[in-house]
């Protein structure tokens, strides 16, 4: 056994040599696509460190650089071995490790579990889980507000021209022949306005979908979202049950978790429907970039047939549980990159779920109470939710900067994050992290408008959860001053430079 259930305890751990921590760094940023690499500042394409910060870290909603609890805790672990390759064998066990402590968080009895390097890999599983000889429609819910990715793994195409396991390849071509002729249909989340569709009217439009692919001779895989990139769950859980019992085997149906801003009870009831629920262990679980979680039910697994050859080219053989047919021919290989990020994410899913409920909901609720304050002295709004009380919705608020900008588009919005992510530290003292700009609505004039999302993560609430409560009130105040001040620099000049660029 590679570690026990207590080996990420890091209370004993001893100060990091800047030597071996930086070993660990450089492991962690292994084993994906180009996203997860630094550039000459040490940051990644999100703008986030590798290395723990001292950042005000409200950005989970796009991604998160490590807590130092869990980089010292990987460290304690790993400090005599970061030289050495990762064997496959080593490899397996460590992930069949994985595979017992996950199905104990969420409570799981016979659930087929796949990692892989990112959210966007995972749709692969999805395809590989629903195709039965039938070509595929995909029906994709508001690509704006999953993954970029997405549009095209969703498709059963390569969304880069190079996978997790190193492999070149040509970015939108099928991964494998058995999907050359699938066909994406996307349905929108949001009306006009930015406001949430309703759930009924959603689940309506996806069964028209399905029956319109079952009439053709195709197989369905229906995307639902469950915490979109500004909070949404559509359809209601209730919809998906009614859809789900309705259709049968004309449609799989996945349940894009990505930010997995979601309780366990939740994620078992999808899984009796039959869905596959798709997660990572950045975004609100706080762990680093990147890595996925695919939970299958054992039912679909059962029924699945044998992996497609193309799959060679996505993914190592242990990554796939070793009864899922076909997983035998996947390569027998070690990727140690994202084995340190998915052992960071378990260490902050089992810290959180060690924290008392009452406590988690007073943070959360003092949070809340700090970003409508902030939102009132901006001047700004707040981009409608689906009017539901879960995890999505109170962890994550997206704010409407064009209601304060009304020059303030989606590329102003995204000039805006960068500004603050490079320059908040120089102006403020502090570096700030906020989630990037979503597309949720268009201004008067068409053009998207501008946003910027802030949200909780379990690093940042396990943080928050130790002050007493006139700290904890004090510090959200002060932090929500630090993000308004560096939202209104940053404002100040992004729209003097969009105003000042010869139009195109």
């Known amino acids: 056994m590679l570690f026990a259930a207590d080996a990420f ?52 909603s796009t991604i998160s650089s490590l807590s130092e609890h869990g980089f010292n805790a990987l460290l304690d672990h790993w400090r005599d071995r970061l030289g050495r390759p990762m064997a496959a064998d080593a490899y397996a066990e460590a992930l069949a490790m994985l595979r017992r402590r996950l199905a104990d968080h969420f409570g799981l009895t016979d659930s087929a579990i796949v990692f892989a390097a990112s959210g966007t890999d995972l749709e692969y599983v999805g395809l590989a889980a629903a195709y039965d000889g039938r070509p595929v429609t995909a029906v994709l819910l508001g690509r704006d507000e ?56 959603v689940a309506a439009e996806l069964a028209l979908h399905i029956e319109r692919a079952d009439a053709q001779g195709r197989r369905a895989v229906v995307h639902v979202v469950h915490g979109s990139k500004s909070g949404l769950t559509l359809p209601a859980i209730a919809d998906v049950e009614r859809l789900a019992a309705a259709h049968g085997d004309a449609a799989l149906f996945v349940v894009d978790a990505c930010q997995l801003r979601m309780a366990p009870g939740a994620v078992r009831r999808y899984l009796a429907l039959g869905c596959i629920v798709l997660m990572t262990g950045s975004k609100f679980v706080g762990g680093p970039p990147f890595s996925g979680i695919a939970l299958v039910p054992g039912a679909v697994r059962d029924r699945a047939r044998p992996l497609p050859g193309g799959y060679r080219r996505l993914a190592a053989r242990a990554e796939w549980p070793a009864d899922w047919p076909g997983a035998d021919g996947l390569a027998a290989s070690g990727n140690f990159g994202l084995l340190l990020r998915l052992q960071a994410a378990m260490i902050e899913m089992e810290r959180f779920a060690a924290l008392p409920g009452e406590q988690v909901a007073h943070v959360i609720a003092r949070f809340s109470h700090h970003v409508l304050r902030l939102v009132k002295r901006l001047g700004l709004a707040e981009v409608p939710g689906a009017g539901t009380n879960c995890l999505a919705t109170e962890t994550l608020r997206t704010l409407d900067l064009s209601a304060r900008w009304p020059g303030c588009d989606f590329d102003a919005a995204r000039a805006m994050h960068g500004l603050i992510a490079r320059q908040s530290r120089q102006w403020l003292g502090r570096e700030i992290r906020l989630g990037q700009p979503v597309r949720t609505h268009q201004m008067s004039d068409g053009r998207p408008a501008g946003t910027l999302r802030l949200a909780l993560s379990m690093p940042l609430i ?27 620099a940053a404002a100040s000049i992004a729209l003097a430079a969009s105003r000042s660029a010869p139009a195109s």
Do not use: K, Q, W
Request: glycine share 8%; proline share 7%; charged share 25%.
């Open 9 to 60: 305890d890091d209370r004993r751990s001893p100060p990091a040599d800047p030597a071996i921590a930086a070993r660990l760094a450089d492991a962690l940023t292994r084993g994906g696509d180009r996203r997860i690499r630094p550039g000459a500042d040490g940051r990644n394409l999100y703008h986030a460190t590798v290395l723990p910060t001292d950042a005000l870290a409200y950005g989970s």
């Open 146 to 201: 999953v993954g970029s990715g997405c549009v095209h793994s969703a498709a059963g195409r390569f969304f880069a021209d190079e996978t997790a396991i190193g492999a070149h390849v040509v970015a939108r071509t099928p991964i494998d022949p058995a999907f050359a002729d699938t066909e994406l249909v996307d349905v929108a989340v949001r009306d006009a306005a930015g406001r949430p569709r309703a759930s009924a009217a």
């Open 462 to 488: 396990a943080d928050l959860a130790a002050l007493p409560v006139p700290a904890l009130d004090a510090r959200l105040g002060r932090d929500m001053a630090l993000v308004g001040a560096a939202i209104s």
